[in-house]
C-alpha cells in the first residue's frame, strides 16, 4: 500500500489550502484515514480523522478552520484547510488505517506566512 500526499505550498495567514492524499495498493477495507502533522522541534499531532462511516474528528487547534474528507471510490482523503494560521506550519502526513496494519505518506510541506 503506497500513500502520496500533494497540495502542500506557502500560502499567507487567513489563506486556504488544500490537501490531498491518495491510497493505491491492494486492501479491503479503509478502517480510517487520518492527517498528522509535525512541526520543526515537536512531535507528529493528529489533526484530523475520518473513519469507514464517515465520522470526523478534530483537534481543538484545527477546530471550525480545517475539514477532512475522504472519496472511497478514488480512495483519497483531503484536508480542506481556511483561515490559514502561522502555527499552522508543519509536514503533513497522512496515514491509512486496515486490517494488516497502518501506513503512512512521505508528507507534504505546508507554510503559513504571517
Known amino acids: 500500500v503506497d500513500l502520496v500526499e500533494s497540495g502542500g505550498g506557502l500560502v499567507q495567514a487567513g489563506g486556504s489550502l488544500r490537501l490531498s492524499c491518495v491510497a493505491s495498493?491492494?486492501?479491503?477495507?479503509?478502517?480510517?484515514m487520518d492527517w498528522y502533522r509535525q512541526a520543526p522541534g515537536k512531535q507528529r499531532e493528529l489533526v484530523a480523522t475520518?473513519?469507514?462511516?464517515?465520522?470526523?474528528n478534530y483537534a481543538d487547534p484545527v477546530k471550525g478552520r480545517f475539514t477532512i474528507s475522504r472519496d472511497n471510490a478514488k480512495n483519497t482523503v483531503s484536508l480542506q484547510m481556511n483561515s490559514a494560521k502561522p502555527e499552522d506550519t508543519a509536514v503533513y502526513y497522512c496515514?491509512?488505517?486496515?486490517?494488516?496494519?497502518?501506513?503512512w505518506g512521505q508528507g507534504t510541506q505546508v507554510t503559513v506566512s504571517s
Open positions: 475520518i473513519d469507514s462511516g464517515g465520522s470526523t
Open positions: 495498493g491492494s486492501f479491503f477495507r479503509m478502517i480510517a
Open positions: 496515514r491509512l488505517s486496515i486490517a494488516s496494519g497502518v501506513y
